[in-house]
């Protein structure tokens, strides 16, 4: 068992290494779906290492390097009220009609919505197969707890945790609405809502740490399915942006 999981691991990192190589070199509609694949593939490596000892090390060391940074209890309630207004599920599903109708009317075109509200509830589900079928072991578990503060009493809570649905989400609908936006514009344009949607996606993700929803694996997991349907999205929309490119420029 052990030397299948190794095998496919291997395939998996050398898949992605490969893929990540081609996105780069090809470009366009298909770069962007070998760039989705890529992550996919990182997104599976991570859920099969879980219970690995350096993921685990990984984990334990930036919990315990976040409990020593957490400032103050009125800083720390903050967060925590800021973490669950924009995890709820009710919020992200009407940021993304709302948005991807907007979109949509904008370009004169279905499609816009069909891939915001599409991602986000792709996303939303993917998460929640990867929850139930990834488990943290309870003597990986246990070892978090090791010789730091973990808190104990809460540890069956990180048993399916990965990935985390708060940066999936952030990703998901930030990426599209951005990858939506910025058809047909200029460079810096696309620059600048791609550092807009990564600073937002890292605030998300520290806050997940901060208020310790999450391990540090979940918010990498949800990074790379976020990333994953993102690429997807883009590549579908560069297909039909070409068609409508003139019509969104402004005057």
């Not at 070199?25 to 992550?39: D, E, N, Q, T």
């Not at 930036?62 to 720390?76: C, F, M, T």
């Not at 998901?172 to 791609?194: D, E, K, P, Q, Y």
């Not at 694996?217 to 070409?242: E, K, N, Q, W």
């Amino acid at each position: 068992m052990i030397a299948i999981n190794v095998i496919v691991e291997t395939a998996l990192v050398v898949a992605a290494a490969v893929l990540f190589a081609a996105a780069l070199r090809r470009g366009g509609p298909a770069g962007r779906m070998m760039l989705s694949a890529g992550h996919l593939s990182v997104l599976m490596v991570l859920a099969l290492q879980i219970n690995s000892v350096w993921l685990t090390d990984l984990d334990t060391w930036v919990w315990n390097w976040v409990d020593a940074h957490r400032g103050s209890r009125g800083l720390r309630e903050l967060a925590g009220h800021t973490f669950n207004f924009i995890g709820k599920p009710f919020h992200v599903a009407i940021a993304g009609v709302v948005s991807g109708t907007l979109l949509a009317w904008r370009a004169r075109s279905p499609l816009r919505a069909v891939v915001v509200i599409g991602a986000v509830g792709i996303g939303a589900i993917v998460e929640q197969i990867l929850k139930a079928v990834v488990t943290r072991s309870p003597d990986n578990l246990a070892k978090l707890g090791e010789g730091s503060p973990f808190d104990m009493a809460r540890v069956a809570e990180f048993a399916h945790s990965y990935p985390s649905g708060h940066v999936t989400g952030a990703a998901t609908l930030l990426g599209t609405i951005a990858v939506c936006a910025s058809v047909g514009r200029s460079r810096r344009v696309r620059t600048t809502w791609a550092a807009v949607v990564v600073l937002a996606v890292l605030f998300v993700a520290a806050l997940a740490l901060y208020v310790r929803a999450h391990l540090f694996g979940d918010v990498v997991g949800g990074m790379f399915l976020g990333a994953t349907i993102v690429a997807a999205g883009s590549a579908l929309i560069s297909r039909s942006g070409a068609a409508s490119v003139g019509r969104e420029r402004l005057p």
